[in-house]
């Protein structure tokens, strides 16, 4: 890391400690002895979502939590269990999303940890993610509910 006061390229890192969504470090240079403070952030890799129609979207978690509120409305589930309906779906794919993302393998796998947290919420979410065009869709979902 560069001294900001006087170019040199050495220094040592005297503290570091979390600060928001990045990794704060006070260093102190080795040549001019002053300190000076740097800031580390992780840089993500732009997570691409591959929709049915086969156009790219960039992946948006608001967007994914939005469409498990709307099927939990009035239903008994805490804000806490949709946030972390969100982290295993983050966490399932971590490894791929360098590459893309299908739309259909995210519902799927929201509709597993729906369907093990509330069977209102899975019919719902999967009347939307399934597209039912009739009852026989809404039927075949409540039969994959008691199996």
Request: charged fraction near 30%; hydrophobic fraction near 35%; charge should be positive.
């Amino acid at each position: 890391m560069k001294c900001p006061f006087c170019g040199n390229e050495d220094s040592r890192v005297i503290d570091s400690r979390p600060s928001e969504d990045r990794k704060r470090r006070r260093r102190e240079c080795l040549v001019c002895k002053k300190r000076f403070t740097t800031y580390e952030i992780v840089e993500a890799p732009l997570r691409i979502v591959v929709k049915r129609d086969g156009s790219l979207e960039p992946y948006d978690r608001n967007k994914l939590l939005s469409g498990i509120y709307h099927a939990i409305k009035k239903r008994p589930v805490t804000v806490q269990q949709v946030n972390e309906i969100a982290d295993r779906v983050e966490d399932a794919y971590a490894g791929v999303w360098s590459s893309q993302m299908t739309s259909d393998k995210i519902g799927a796998l929201v509709l597993g940890e729906l369907k093990n947290l509330d069977h209102i919420a899975y019919i719902r979410f999967a009347s939307v993610y399934q597209d039912f065009k009739d009852v026989a869709g809404f039927i075949a979902a409540i039969t994959a509910l008691t199996e």
